[in-house]
């Protein structure tokens, strides 16, 4: 299966922050916002990434991640003219995806949970679709799944006034290759977007979506405003703080999969040792 990043869109809730920065490279606690994406990706043994992101933006990314080699991974590159919705995303990766599997992650999604590792790698090879649902108080700012008794899933909304149920759908998606015919058959949504709920939906008429819900004890941010990207702050560092783990750290995650030997550990810490993520780094050793 290979993984996609999506780290485009215009970042106006986090207006004037993003104005002349992509939010997906804004500080989460000790790292940049993507981080977290692609530290869960290889978590979930996703090794292969496409980063879409804007034009203007994608020369800081391509700064900031390379080619992947250094971390063991393999990193590619493409842009997204215009936020034309998250089902785009297969479209432009296409080429990209070629015959495989494909999981797509939002730039600004923080995932952070026991277990999480495993039940991610459980999924990485769909027939269909594959989704999470996790119980929020809000559930109108996102796509909303209901279920019926036996808690099989009958129905998703995007953003609706009158939410179904409290499970909102965040943003990490696994999917078999037939995503990209259906994406290029779904129409713009009245936002005018290629709607991944659109992208769910077809798989749930087709009877090949599943739902799994996040247990109690996982952490989901969508860090796409001021107050959720402080929140997510203050969370990974009281968590990095007190048990002493890395959260969202692309280089810990590299070698925890064994796509890095300490060696190469140690050559990625030693000039990042002032800031103190080097030395963390070294801890884990």
């Given at each position: 299966?290979?993984?996609?990043?999506?780290?485009?869109?215009?970042?106006?809730?986090?207006?004037?922050?993003?104005?002349?920065?992509?939010?997906?490279?804004?500080?989460?606690?000790?790292?940049?916002?993507?981080?977290?994406?692609?530290?869960?990706?290889?978590?979930?043994?996703?090794?292969?990434?496409?980063?879409?992101?804007t034009?203007q933006?994608?020369?800081?990314?391509?700064?900031?991640l390379?080619d992947?080699?250094?971390?063991?991974?393999?990193?590619?590159?493409?842009?997204?003219?215009?936020?034309?919705?998250?089902?785009?995303?297969?479209?432009?990766?296409?080429?990209?995806?070629?015959?495989d599997?494909?999981?797509?992650?939002?730039?600004?999604?923080?995932?952070?949970?026991?277990?999480?590792?495993?039940?991610?790698?459980?999924?990485?090879?769909?027939?269909?679709?594959?989704?999470?649902?996790?119980?929020?108080?809000?559930?109108e700012?996102?796509?909303?799944?209901?279920?019926?008794?036996?808690?099989?899933?009958?129905?998703?909304?995007?953003?609706?006034?009158?939410?179904?149920?409290?499970?909102?759908?965040?943003g990490?998606?696994?999917?078999?290759n037939?995503?990209?015919?259906?994406?290029?058959?779904?129409?713009?949504?009245?936002?005018?977007?290629?709607?991944?709920?659109?992208?769910?939906?077809?798989?749930?008429?087709?009877?090949?979506?599943?739902?799994?819900?996040?247990?109690?004890?996982?952490?989901?941010?969508?860090?796409?405003?001021?107050?959720?990207?402080?929140?997510?702050?203050?969370?990974?560092?009281?968590?990095?703080?007190r048990?002493?783990?890395?959260?969202?750290?692309?280089?810990?995650?590299?070698y925890?999969?064994?796509?890095?030997?300490?060696?190469?550990?140690?050559?990625?810490?030693?000039?990042?040792?002032?800031?103190?993520?080097?030395?963390?780094?070294?801890?884990?050793?």
């Open positions: 299966m290979k993984g996609i990043v999506l780290a485009g869109g215009s970042g106006t809730r986090l207006h004037p922050l993003t104005i002349s920065v992509s939010k997906q490279l804004m500080p989460v606690y000790d790292k940049p916002m993507i981080y977290y994406p692609i530290s869960t990706l290889i978590s979930a043994g996703i090794f292969e990434i496409l980063i879409i992101t034009p933006d994608r020369p800081l990314f391509e700064k900031l390379g992947g080699s250094k971390i063991g991974c393999h990193f590619e590159y493409e842009v997204q003219e215009h936020p034309n919705g998250l089902a785009e995303a297969f479209l432009i990766g296409e080429k990209f995806i070629g015959n599997k494909v999981a797509l992650i939002l730039g600004d999604n923080i995932f952070y949970g026991t277990g999480l590792s495993n039940l991610l790698k459980e999924n990485t090879n769909p027939d269909g679709g594959i989704i999470f649902a996790y119980h929020v108080d809000d559930p700012r996102y796509g909303v799944v209901e279920f019926n008794k036996q808690k099989q899933v009958i129905s998703i909304e995007e953003k609706p006034k009158e939410p179904k149920s409290n499970f909102a759908v965040p990490i998606y696994f999917y078999d037939e995503v990209i015919q259906i994406a290029k058959n779904i129409e713009p949504s009245k936002r005018g977007e290629l709607e991944i709920t659109d992208v769910n939906n077809a798989y749930l008429k087709a009877g090949k979506l599943s739902v799994r819900i996040l247990e109690t004890g996982t952490s989901w941010f969508d860090t796409g405003t001021f107050t959720s990207l402080i929140q997510a702050g203050q969370f990974v560092q009281l968590i990095e703080e048990q002493g783990l890395k959260i969202g750290s692309i280089e810990a995650e590299a925890k999969s064994g796509l890095i030997k300490k060696k190469e550990l140690k050559k990625l810490a030693k000039p990042l040792l002032k800031s103190g993520y080097g030395k963390n780094l070294l801890c884990i050793l």
